[in-house]
């Protein structure tokens, strides 16, 4: 009898035993669902039927049943491997009486509520949420009503009043400075803007600069910097004079009306 | 002027409760009263601390009220009936109306628990707070949805997480509602339950001794 071609017809499995093997081996095949008990009968009806009993063919069962097992019982309690793995027999045999003594105290507890819940099953009573909740206690500081008020007279004061003097602010004329810097060419040949615009103001020395710009345009002066806030040098350029007409041209552009020396900012 | 208490004049507690306090026994009546009417506005078991609060009261005094009530409100006086269960006070029905408290009512709770609830609401109660996986280890199987269950009928409720995060479970107040204790301390010792536990030890040992070595 060849106990590897026993013939099996399982709920999870129909085929010879080695098969069966094969695919456990291969995870092909779940342990769990490997009815052992099933395999075993099947192999004792089958040695039954012998005429005499085959002892090779029952260790060899014995072994590869035996292997079976192991793989089912691993699968099925894989934590109890770990833990249990690292301890001898004795302490693994300590620790499972441990355990079946507490599993025991837990049973005996719930036959306990068992009990408990049989006894009182006559007593009702009402459940749900708290129709009425709890009024909320108010815990803050004692409150000092001065403080606050004096916070709130703080807060109250009328704020201080938003000057408006620079909206009004009045730009000199830029007509002003080009007849300044025409009169200081034909006196001398060269000048240096800074020592002209010295005592000026900021406005005005911004008004100046705008007028140097516009002698330029028209050619009247040429400009040298030797680099970014080096003096500007400023001297009588090519075609003196002939640019006076389109100064005025370019001021009646930006100006609405040449010669009107009020304007300011809100009408530029 | 000595005027008896309505509630039960001939009570032992009665008097006491009015000669201690040397007050006139109205004062007595009125705080019995109010907790009358608190208890039943209540949903839920009241500690004597908390009517005192409420009543605007003496604990010691409340205290002495309460037991008044519990003879008042007792098995066979009335349909109402005053418990100590989870550490407070509460109003529920007389045994004797049980039937007809049935009739009408359902008790969802603890219908239909399972023996895996009992024994994972036994592991709760007694270890707890614990885990599921704490929980799992001793019964040997997943506790998941039976842990869900007993939360769902309001048994156990989360408290916090172990040092692995897994969520902690205990016991409610409604579970020692549900089971008439007064609180947890009220159960059965666990090495009283426990006692065929050597009987297997020694079964076990006798096994490993057997066993060539």
Known sequence: MHVRELELDLDAFEGPFDLLLTLVLREELEPRDVDVADVVVTFVERLVEQERLDLDACGEFLVLVGALLELKARELFPEEQVELADLDPEEAAEELARRLEEFRRIKEAAGWLLQRLEAENDRYFRLGPAPLVPRAELRIAPQQPEALAAALRGLAAEPPAVSLAHMGLRFPPVVQFLERFRALLRRRRRFDFEQEAAGLSRLEQAVAFLALLELRRSGEISIEQAGPFAPIRVSAGAGLRSGSGSVSREGSQSTPEEGDSSWNVRSA | ?213
């Open chain 2, 1 to 213: 002027m000595e005027r008896p208490l309505r509630l039960i004049s001939t009570n032992s507690a009665a008097s006491a409760f009015g000669e201690a306090e040397g007050a006139p026994g109205k004062l007595g009546d009125e705080l019995a009263h109010t907790l009358e009417a608190l208890l039943v506005v209540a949903s839920q078991p009241l500690s004597a601390e908390d009517l005192a609060v409420a009543a605007d009261d003496d604990l010691a005094r409340v205290e002495q009220a309460l037991e008044l009530l519990g003879e008042r409100f007792s098995e066979g006086r009335s349909g109402i009936v005053l418990e100590h269960v989870a550490g407070g006070y509460a109003f529920r029905a007389s045994r004797a109306a049980a039937t007809a408290c049935a009739r009408m009512f359902e008790r969802p709770v603890e219908r239909g628990l399972s023996q895996a609830a009992l024994e994972t609401l036994s592991v709760i109660a007694y270890l707890g707070p614990c885990s599921r996986p704490d929980v799992a280890r001793i019964r040997g199987v997943a506790a998941d949805s039976v842990v869900a269950g007993l939360v769902e009928r309001g048994l156990i409720s989360e408290s916090g997480r172990d040092e692995g995060g897994a969520v902690r479970y205990r016991t409610t107040p409604l579970f020692e509602r549900v089971f008439g204790l007064e609180s947890l301390s009220a159960l059965p010792r666990l090495d009283d339950l426990g006692g065929t536990a050597d009987e297997i030890r020694d079964r076990l040992e006798a096994l490993a001794e057997r066993r060539p070595a």
